[in-house]
């Protein structure tokens, strides 16, 4: 199998922009593309499951959405949904273009707001070879609703008056009005709930990834609140696995498994703990489980998805 180590920097275009992606070569002939959620950045984001996949023989793409990270694109720490689906897109197609890569054996990976964005993304590629989903947000509606249990009232509307001020202030030039990705309970932030302020522990243990800004634009918090990508499971042909944490309060994962009931080729497995369990105590069993999905759809692409289903004893059967 292939080093661990063995990685390059690559750039592909995207609309106007430029978004840069670390490449794993792989030698099996399949790619999994990749992208972290909401401001988060490849590295933190994408990395711990992207080696692994990789040690494993996939080739793997793992890019950052225009205006964040590495990648291209002004202003800066902004998340805009039809950017980061044609960002995906762009993704899709470079990796198709790579050495020994075949078209038919692509996977797509999210978590959080990407894992929400690979309904979107899976709905228009029919002839993506596998899909997973990891903790992903499917109803910012409902996810906030209950997430809004843990935030004071008062700044909940602080948050939502920054949102609107900085709105306004695109439409006339102004920089980004910036809040945290995560804060305790009366804090101006993107979370507030309990484990969402598990995400600097889990994905930049001891400040290894110092340049990721853990920042927002506070108008992407509320598009973020907004977006209900779930609705596209409808027409998701590709085989789905929806991996679920089940004392999930950030997204929650009673929303997530609704949302795979719908697809017809979906699978959800489920770890114990809360968002940023699978990269936290529940890893092994998070890697362990899409590593299964991997090879079972992009090596051998013939075994039914209930082959998968019984070989993985922490998942629920959808269909």
Same mark, same amino acid.
């Given at each position: 199998?292939?080093s661990s ?23 099996n ?7 972290a ?8 984001g ?39 689906l ?12 790579l ?15 990407s ?22 947000l499917v109803?910012?509606?409902?996810a ?12 909940m509307?602080?948050?939502?008056a ?11 030039g ?38 990721w800004r853990?920042v927002?634009?506070?108008?992407s ?8 990508p ?7 042909? &590709? ?9 999930d ?28 369990a699978?990269?936290l ?33 922490? &998942?629920?059967?959808?269909?």
């Amino acid at each position: 199998m292939p080093s661990s180590t063995e990685r390059v920097q690559v750039r592909f275009t995207s609309g106007d922009s430029e978004c840069v992606a670390w490449h794993y070569p792989g030698d099996n002939g399949a790619c999994v593309v990749m992208a972290a959620g909401g401001a988060v950045t490849k590295e933190p984001g994408t990395d711990p499951f992207a080696r692994r996949f990789h040690d494993d023989g996939f080739t793997v793409l793992a890019f950052d959405f225009r205006r964040l990270g590495e990648s291209g694109g002004q202003p800066r720490q902004i998340v805009r949904m039809r950017e980061q689906l044609a960002d995906f897109d762009a993704a899709i197609a470079y990796a198709s273009t790579l050495p020994d890569v075949s078209r038919d054996r692509i996977a797509i990976w999210g978590f959080s707001l990407s894992g929400g964005h690979v309904f979107r993304v899976a709905a228009r590629h029919p002839r993506l070879g596998a899909v997973i989903a990891q903790t992903p947000l499917v109803d910012g509606v409902r996810a906030a609703a209950q997430a809004g249990r843990h935030q004071r009232p008062l700044a909940m509307l602080r948050f939502t008056a920054r949102g609107i001020l900085d709105a306004l202030g695109g439409l006339v030039g102004l920089q980004p009005l910036l809040i945290p990705l995560a804060g305790e309970p009366g804090t101006v932030t993107m979370l507030t709930t309990p484990d969402g302020l598990d995400g600097d522990r889990a994905l930049n243990p001891d400040n290894i990834y110092p340049e990721w800004r853990q920042v927002i634009a506070a108008r992407s918090g509320i598009r973020i609140s907004l977006y209900r990508p779930g609705r596209y499971a409808t027409r998701i042909t &590709s085989p789905l696995l929806v991996l679920v944490a089940d004392q999930d309060q950030t997204a929650p994962a009673e929303l997530a498994v609704e949302a795979a009931r719908s697809a017809p080729n979906a699978k959800v497995a489920r770890v114990p703990g809360g968002h940023y369990a699978p990269f936290l105590d529940a890893h092994e069993q998070a890697v362990g489980t899409e590593l299964l999905f991997l090879r079972t759809h992009l090596l051998a692409p013939g075994r039914a998805l209930g082959e998968f289903a019984t070989a993985t004893v922490e &998942s629920d059967r959808i269909r």
